[in-house]
Structure formats: C-alpha cells, structure tokens
C-alpha cells in the first residue's frame, strides 16, 4: 500500500493566492519529497526534507516536517495559473524506493 | 545532460499479449523505478532494480517483471495483459543507494508509457 495520504484530495484557489497542501504517513523516513504532476506525464521533483530537518524554502515553496506527527505540508504562495498540477508527497524509507501519496489536484484560477 | 527516456510513449494492446516496456536512465545513474499510475489506485510501486538487480518489489501478480541491463537501462514486461492493466507506466531514474550529496535522493522520471488494453 501507499505510504503517503494527502489532503486535500483537490483544492481550487485564484491566482494570487497562497495554496496549502498536507501529507501524512505511516513509517519511520529517512527523507520526505514533494513531485508535480502536468497532465499525467512525468512527475518533476520540487523539494527534498530530510527528516533531521523541521521546514526548508525553495523559491515560492515552503515544506515542513513534522515526524512525531507523521505528516508534511507544502505551502505554495502567490500562487500562478502555470502552478495547476496534481501535488504527491514521497518517502523514502530504509527500502531506498520512493512511496507516493494519493495526490492533491491543484486549481489556480486566473 | 539527457533525461530520462521512456519508450513507447503510447500502445495499444489486446488482452491476453504482452508487452516490453523501455527506460534509458540519466547517464551514472544506476537505481531504476518503475510504477504504475491509474486514476483509481494512484501510484503504485512495482519494483526498483539498482546495478542489474532488483532490489525491492511491490505488490504485483508475477505477470509484471522487469530487469536491467550493464548501461543501467530497464525494461518492464507484463504478460497476459487484462483490461486492468492499462495504465501510465511511469520509470524513474536516481544515483542509487541514500546519500546526503545534494541531489543524490530526487528521483527523475520520464514522460511515461501509457498502456492501453482492450
């Protein structure tokens, strides 16, 4: 089974604005990653937390970990039409694969 | 440098065929994934091969299997296609074991084959 649960499942906000979305998983990380998804093609990488480390930034994206709780958030601020994607959360564990969540749909209105 | 080549991009197939399915990784990278994504189970892991050996495999019948190559390359097969086979097959190429390099862990996946069974 997937290691990951995302929420929401699809989040529709206008252009401008701040889009947030949560991860929560099931095991023990190593590190804990982030992927966008165009149109069902290929997932492109976004940003890497290990899980030693508590929130990292990268350009308009802010992730935070939080492994007592199990769960990670991507905020995506000034959000942009071009942002309009489908989100996962990955994991890594021991295993060295990458475990993907279900997904949250993403809808930046112009 | 290249990314990450899948082929084909597309395929139709009839239940009850197999198909072949290619993955040429990022040069120096040795981990191969493969995973299915479907609209109802998302994506799913099928397995990782890492140096010509598979490492870790997910939960799928043994109709699906896979192999690499000394050039890193991959194939997946699936045998005995069923309808609920079609998907996006999606490969994914990284270094290789863990590492705190920068970079190291970020996998890079190709556009996909998507499988069509009828």
Same mark, same amino acid.
């Given at each position: 089974?997937?290691?990951?649960?995302?929420?929401?499942?699809?989040?529709?906000?206008?252009?401008?604005?701040?889009?947030?979305?949560?991860?929560?998983?099931?095991?023990?990380?190593?590190?804990?990653?982030?992927?966008?998804?165009?149109?069902?093609?290929?997932?492109?990488?976004?940003?890497?937390?290990?899980?030693?480390?508590?929130?990292?930034?990268?350009?308009?994206?802010?992730?935070?970990?939080?492994?007592?709780?199990?769960?990670?958030?991507?905020?995506?601020?000034?959000?942009?039409?071009?942002?309009?994607?489908?989100?996962?959360?990955?994991?890594?564990?021991?295993?060295?694969?990458?475990?993907?969540?279900?997904?949250?749909?993403?809808?930046?209105?112009? | 440098?290249?990314?990450?080549?899948?082929?084909?991009?597309?395929?139709?197939?009839?239940?009850?065929?197999?198909?072949?399915?290619?993955?040429?990784?990022?040069?120096?990278?040795?981990?191969?994934?493969? $995973?299915?994504?479907?609209?109802?189970? !998302?994506? &799913?892991?099928?397995?990782?091969?890492?140096? #010509?050996?598979?490492?870790?495999? +997910?939960?799928?019948?043994?109709?699906?299997?896979?192999?690499?190559?000394?050039?890193?390359?991959?194939?997946?097969?699936?045998?005995?296609?069923?309808?609920?086979?079609?998907?996006? $097959?999606?490969?994914?190429?990284?270094? !290789?074991? &863990?590492?705190?390099?920068?970079?190291?862990? #970020?996998?890079?996946?190709?556009? +996909?084959?998507?499988?069509?069974?009828?």
């Amino acid at each position: 089974s997937q290691q990951g649960e995302e929420d929401p499942q699809a989040l529709s906000i206008q252009e401008g604005e701040n889009a947030t979305m949560n991860c929560s998983y099931k095991t023990s990380i190593n590190n804990l990653q982030w992927y966008r998804q165009n149109s069902g093609r290929g997932l492109v990488h976004l940003i890497l937390i290990r899980s030693n480390e508590r929130e990292k930034h990268s350009g308009r994206l802010r992730v935070t970990l939080d492994t007592s709780k199990k769960s990670s958030s991507l905020l995506i601020t000034a959000s942009r039409a071009a942002d309009t994607a489908s989100y996962f959360c990955a994991t890594r564990t021991g295993a060295n694969n990458l475990f993907f969540g279900t997904g949250t749909r993403l809808t930046v209105i112009p | 440098k290249a990314g990450v080549t899948q082929t084909p991009r597309y395929l139709i197939k009839t239940r009850g065929q197999q198909v072949t399915l290619s993955c040429s990784p990022i040069s120096g990278h040795r981990s191969v994934s493969w $995973y299915q994504q479907t609209p109802g189970q !998302g994506l &799913q892991f099928l397995f990782e091969y890492f140096s #010509e050996t598979q490492r870790n495999k +997910g939960n799928f019948p043994g109709r699906f299997s896979g192999r690499q190559f000394s050039n890193s390359r991959s194939e997946m097969n699936v045998s005995t296609l069923e309808l609920g086979d079609s998907a996006l $097959y999606l490969c994914a190429s990284m270094h !290789g074991p &863990q590492s705190y390099k920068p970079g190291w862990d #970020e996998a890079f996946f190709g556009q +996909g084959t998507r499988l069509t069974v009828v």
